[in-house]
């Protein structure tokens, strides 16, 4: 395993594949909690967090106990316990020490566990085959690459609310608009393959 092998990881997940511009997961979180930069600041941490823990949980799980074993046919359950397990440490973490945040975050907290996203990135791991330090990467990279997607949303949702827009168009038709150019903007990252 070559760092240029760790790099293309790291620029495919999260930019050329990015998780939720080119592979539409987690769109529920991405248009729910991108209409202010702060919150959609901590829900990217928040998911940073989870992935980048549940890639190395459940890469450890899989590579260590579930393929020796051959249970590779749990690896779903046993990632979703995972994953749970996760977000509610994220959950109590956020309501003791930023309440602030954990009330603007509201139900989207909790739906971090059902997040395709998170879930996503850990069984493209095993799908691509990625030793435990390349699922590392690739859980770190796949989640910037959604806090990347989600603020960039944020701002640009923010900057939205001072302009003239039809009525017919204001909200989400217009937030479905600029997420679509986004995933077109990010289609053109390819070119870094």
Excluded: W
């Amino acid at each position: 395993m070559s760092n240029t092998t760790l790099i293309s990881i790291l620029i495919m997940s999260m930019l050329i594949n990015n998780v939720v511009l080119s592979q539409f997961l987690g769109i529920c979180p991405f248009l729910g909690v991108s209409k202010k930069v702060d919150t959609a600041s901590g829900m990217g941490a928040a998911v940073i967090f989870v992935i980048t823990l549940a890639s190395i949980i459940c890469g450890l799980i899989y590579h260590f106990i579930l393929h020796p074993l051959g249970l590779d046919y749990l690896n779903t359950i046993v990632f979703i316990l995972v994953i749970a397990s996760l977000v509610q440490f994220v959950e109590m973490f956020l309501k003791k020490a930023m309440p602030a945040l954990y009330k603007a975050l509201g139900v989207y907290l909790p739906l971090i566990t059902t997040n395709c996203a998170v879930l996503g990135a850990v069984l493209l791991n095993v799908q691509n085959e990625y030793s435990v330090i390349q699922g590392i990467v690739n859980g770190i990279a796949t989640s910037v690459g959604f806090a990347i997607s989600i603020i960039i949303l944020a701002g640009l949702r923010e900057k939205m609310q001072y302009n003239r827009i039809p009525k017919a168009v204001q909200g989400f038709p217009f937030t479905m608009f600029t997420a679509s150019l986004m995933a077109i903007a990010f289609c053109g990252f390819s070119g870094l393959k």
